[in-house]
């Protein structure tokens, strides 16, 4: 019999997904794991493509193919990314004796939360072996609803931190960077309202904002009539290559997430602010969810209120200013990235939790 001990859980197999979860289905336990979830037809937006094995949802017939399939490849614990999406496998596990862990993201624990559907159904999980997540903040959440302490395990997500910090040259041009979806929790326009009033103190920023999203038309709208084509590009979502290479370029990161108000849907802990702090790079950011444990105001960036476009514009304008203080800060980041943030660390506290280290 063959033997995958790991099963991850996930919406939509070689669906483009955020980094975390692309991560733990390819790198966590490479060779041991299978991947549960809808197949996307080839073509049909496919961003990457699952190894052997895989069960597509869409190919399973009558009652206990699922547990059938895990079984007979050995599987010893899933692991569902995202509660809501997850919640339904319990029981799987259960019937065939195979732990089962939920993976929490911003999502699961502002939006899902607001519904007392979900608060309900996410109390099923005191019946799992656990629930992982990736702040202390988010953590406190799931207690709040009645979730035992002690199944609720918090590693911070983790990325690639380079063994030594980059260099940057002196220029007359700081260059400023943003990465992200352009949607609601992101806060794209008071990003562009911050560097805008930033700008206009200090004529030599330049900002490079990737990401697309709903909201890409109204930033560009923004960026036309305020006068910012000649310091402002948008060029839309770009592959990780293209991220990297401005986090080398740049001088400092910003990001103004906030919780959707007509959603309630917020972040967990942001992962563009983790490979920033690894890139070496200040970071001027809000007091939001998970952010304040990964950013130490003044020490590795400033944090801002959400909504406080003055204060982020008055940081950046600061930082634009002080290129010692940059990279001062951007040095302190790297090495809290190096301490606590690094996929290495993140790796090895998965396993541990999932009972497969070793």
């Given at each position: 019999m063959s033997h995958y001990p790991l099963a991850v859980l996930?919406?939509?197999?070689?669906a483009r997904t955020e980094t975390f979860i692309r991560r733990h289905v390819q790198d966590l336990l490479p060779g041991g794991t299978v991947t549960v979830g809808r197949a996307l037809p080839v073509g049909r937006n496919v961003d990457w493509?699952?190894?052997?094995?895989?069960?597509?949802?869409?190919?399973?017939?009558?009652?206990?193919?699922?547990?059938?399939?895990?079984?007979?490849?050995?599987?010893?614990?899933?692991?569902g990314e995202y509660l809501d999406l997850s919640i339904g496998w319990l029981d799987v596990a259960?019937?065939?004796?195979?732990?089962?862990?939920?993976?929490?993201?911003?999502?699961?624990?502002?939006?899902?939360?607001?519904?007392?559907?979900?608060?309900?159904?996410?109390?099923?999980?005191?019946?799992?072996?656990?629930?992982?997540?990736?702040?202390?903040?988010s953590r406190r959440c799931l207690v709040d609803i009645g979730l035992p302490a002690e199944k609720i395990h918090v590693v911070p997500y983790g990325v690639d931190?380079?063994?030594?910090?980059?260099?940057?040259?002196?220029?007359?041009?700081?260059?400023?960077?943003?990465?992200?979806?352009?949607?609601?929790?992101?806060?794209?326009?008071?990003?562009?309202?911050a560097f805008a009033r930033a700008a206009s103190a200090y004529p030599g920023l330049r900002l490079d904002y990737v990401g697309a999203g709903p909201l890409h038309s109204s930033a560009r709208d923004f960026v036309r009539k305020r006068g910012l084509d000649e310091t402002v590009c948008l060029p839309g979502?770009?592959?990780?290559?293209?991220?990297?290479?401005?986090?080398?370029?740049?001088?400092?990161?910003?990001?103004?997430?906030?919780?959707?108000?007509?959603?309630?849907?917020?972040?967990?802990?942001?992962?563009?602010?983790?490979?920033?702090?690894?890139?070496?790079?200040?970071?001027?950011?809000t007091r939001h969810a998970g952010i304040p444990e990964a950013v130490l105001d003044g020490v590795t960036g400033y944090l801002v209120d959400e909504g406080d476009?003055?204060?982020?514009?008055?940081?950046?304008?600061?930082?634009?200013r002080e290129p010692d203080r940059r990279r001062e800060?951007?040095?302190?980041?790297?090495?809290?990235?190096?301490?606590?943030?690094?996929?290495?660390?993140?790796?090895?506290?998965?396993?541990?939790?999932?009972?497969l280290a070793g």
């Amino acid at each position: 019999m063959s033997h995958y001990p790991l099963a991850v859980l996930i919406a939509e197999i070689g669906a483009r997904t955020e980094t975390f979860i692309r991560r733990h289905v390819q790198d966590l336990l490479p060779g041991g794991t299978v991947t549960v979830g809808r197949a996307l037809p080839v073509g049909r937006n496919v961003d990457w493509a699952a190894t052997e094995p895989f069960l597509d949802l869409d190919d399973i017939s009558g009652p206990g193919a699922a547990e059938r399939f895990l079984l007979d490849h050995g599987v010893e614990v899933l692991m569902g990314e995202y509660l809501d999406l997850s919640i339904g496998w319990l029981d799987v596990a259960l019937a065939g004796g195979m732990r089962f862990f939920g993976h929490a993201h911003g999502y699961d624990v502002t939006e899902r939360l607001r519904e007392p559907r979900w608060r309900s159904e996410y109390l099923r999980y005191a019946e799992a072996d656990g629930v992982i997540t990736m702040s202390e903040c988010s953590r406190r959440c799931l207690v709040d609803i009645g979730l035992p302490a002690e199944k609720i395990h918090v590693v911070p997500y983790g990325v690639d931190v380079p063994e030594a910090p980059p260099q940057r040259p002196k220029g007359t041009v700081v260059r400023v960077v943003a990465v992200g979806r352009m949607i609601a929790k992101k806060g794209p326009l008071l990003t562009l309202e911050a560097f805008a009033r930033a700008a206009s103190a200090y004529p030599g920023l330049r900002l490079d904002y990737v990401g697309a999203g709903p909201l890409h038309s109204s930033a560009r709208d923004f960026v036309r009539k305020r006068g910012l084509d000649e310091t402002v590009c948008l060029p839309g979502s770009q592959p990780n290559g293209v991220v990297r290479r401005l986090l080398g370029q740049a001088d400092l990161f910003v990001q103004h997430s906030m919780v959707d108000v007509a959603t309630g849907n917020g972040e967990g802990l942001p992962v563009a602010i983790l490979e920033a702090m690894a890139s070496a790079l200040p970071v001027v950011a809000t007091r939001h969810a998970g952010i304040p444990e990964a950013v130490l105001d003044g020490v590795t960036g400033y944090l801002v209120d959400e909504g406080d476009h003055e204060a982020m514009a008055d940081a950046i304008s600061l930082l634009a200013r002080e290129p010692d203080r940059r990279r001062e800060m951007g040095l302190a980041g790297w090495r809290r990235a190096q301490d606590l943030f690094s996929w290495k660390r993140e790796r090895a506290e998965l396993l541990r939790v999932l009972g497969l280290a070793g």
